[in-house]
């Protein structure tokens, strides 16, 4: 007697294996137009993260911009295995598709994009996998198949968390209602996204993409980050000065975590400037950026474990705004390489993750022990996107330093322009912490009062600063 095991490896009913919808011609068509969009997507997400100011859309951003790259490449990949070099993935599939792109990237307020993303081009990648998965031969094509079922599980996350934000908004923009329609009749000027549905409509006349993108590289924040251009606590003199204990260190380390979204506003303006490097340095980049948006949202935890509410703390953006600022996107890419690089020996990430080891703060263990494993990684994506280009790692390095220097802190044109004071917000924030503790304080640590007035955060000296 054989036993009754569902047949065809399980992947799918005899109904759905006589399908013969789509050839393989077909499907690479379509796939490239799934690809298409989220490539796009991914653009949109990245160009927006900088001068987004509500920090929730600013991590989302980052989140969804790293997904929307994932899938873009699980589909590349797909349609290299399709007899189909040259690939012809930088193709535009059609005008309408590229039209609707546009639009939401040109959007002029968040509202709007917000609306665009998540209730216009999302949704409909999400249908047109759903038809996709629905019309292909579910046997033949299961490399496909399998690719769009994950891709449906993060899109279902990623809507999910959309409506949210679109059911946050009191009101919409008077121009909404007539921007959502021209988004829906973009797309349905194309055939949808598969380019397979009656074509009944023309492509609407562009509205916000009528002037050129323009990047706006100067990061913005909501109005809970407060006195942004305060330097005025150095974090790392106190995290590797001996007298202060492990526990004190950790609250300088959730600093040194949070502070940590200002790479993301850096890292997305030289993934907006480079945009003629290869897909795998847009891709790896990407996933680098959005790995430290959560070590921001890692501080942000943080904090509030130890009682704090980071509102009250100033999160400097200085590193990013001089950087975006002063120099060009190759410049930053070096800085990046270059302090990236100097926290893998001892003294860097090994040595945080010991700190919250000793403290017994078990979260900011684990936190610095992933933050610590992240970080190889990004040191390696420098290697492979920076070094390679470069040639040695030493001029490599020595470029990145050299470029660092450049970068003038301006910390006391700063405070005599009136936009800091540079108040010393460490022995306020230090003590709520002892207070939710249950510990007295340390004299020598309330004391603490270095700023970043002459010293960089890998503690070197700043010649440069006026
Ligand atoms: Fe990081
Ligand atoms: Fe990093």
Redesign the pocket.
């Known amino acids: 007697m054989i036993p009754t095991i569902p047949p065809l490896a399980g992947l799918c009913s005899y109904d759905e294996a006589h399908r013969t919808g789509l050839s393989v011609e077909n499907c690479v068509d379509w796939l490239k137009r799934l690809h298409y969009v989220w490539k796009r997507l991914h653009q949109i997400f990245t160009a927006h993260i900088t001068a987004e100011p509500l920090y929730e859309l600013k991590t989302a951003f980052s989140l969804h911009s790293h997904l929307c790259a994932e899938h873009a490449q699980a589909i590349r990949t797909r349609v290299s295995e399709m007899r189909e070099p040259p690939l012809g993935l930088e193709v535009i599939p059609h005008p309408g598709l590229e039209q609707a792109c546009d639009e939401v990237l040109c959007a002029p307020t968040t509202y709007e994009r917000c609306l665009g993303l998540y209730q216009v081009l999302l949704p409909a990648l999400n249908e047109s996998i759903h038809s996709y998965l629905e019309t292909t031969n579910r046997l033949a094509d299961a490399p496909s198949v399998r690719i769009l079922r994950f891709a449906q599980l993060e899109l279902h996350d990623i809507l999910a968390f959309g409506d949210q934000v679109m059911s946050a908004w009191e009101m919409a923009p008077d121009t909404a209602v007539a921007y959502y329609q021209g988004l829906w009749q973009a797309l349905a000027s194309a055939g949808g996204l598969s380019g397979r549905d009656a074509i009944t409509t023309s492509s609407p006349a562009p509205v916000y993409s009528v002037t050129p993108f323009q990047y706006d590289r100067v990061p913005r924040r909501d109005e809970r980050f407060q006195d942004s251009f305060n330097a005025g606590v150095n974090p790392e003199a106190f995290l590797y000065d001996p007298r202060y204990s492990p526990r004190d260190k950790t609250l300088m380390m959730y600093y040194k975590r949070i502070r940590?979204i200002d790479?993301p506003e850096m890292m997305a303006s030289i993934l907006i400037e480079m945009p003629d490097k290869p897909w795998g340095f847009q891709r790896d980049m990407t996933r680098?950026l959005w790995?430290?948006a959560r070590?921001a949202m890692l501080g942000e935890v943080g904090f509030r474990q130890a009682g704090i509410d980071w509102t009250q703390i100033p999160i400097s953006f200085l590193w990013s705004y001089n950087l975006n600022t002063q120099l060009n996107a190759t410049e930053r890419h070096a800085v990046?390489f270059f302090i990236?690089q100097g926290?893998m020996p001892k003294t860097g990430k090994r040595f945080e993750w010991e700190v919250g080891r000793a403290s017994g703060d078990e979260l900011s263990a684990l936190f610095q022990d992933f933050?610590w494993a992240?970080?190889v990684?990004?040191?390696q994506i420098g290697r492979e996107w920076y070094v390679k280009g470069f040639g040695d790692l030493n001029s490599a390095l020595a470029y990145g330093d050299a470029c660092w220097s450049k970068v003038m802190s301006h910390w006391r044109e700063y405070r005599d322009q009136g936009l800091t004071q540079h108040r010393n917000w460490w022995p306020e924030i230090y003590q709520r912490a002892c207070h939710h503790w249950g510990v007295p304080t340390d004299p020598l640590a309330m004391a603490y009062c270095e700023t970043y007035e002459s010293i960089r955060a890998d503690l070197k000296e700043i010649t440069g600063s006026a």
């Open positions: 940590e790479v680098q790995d430290e070590h990046l990236e926290l933050d992240d970080e990684l990004h040191a």
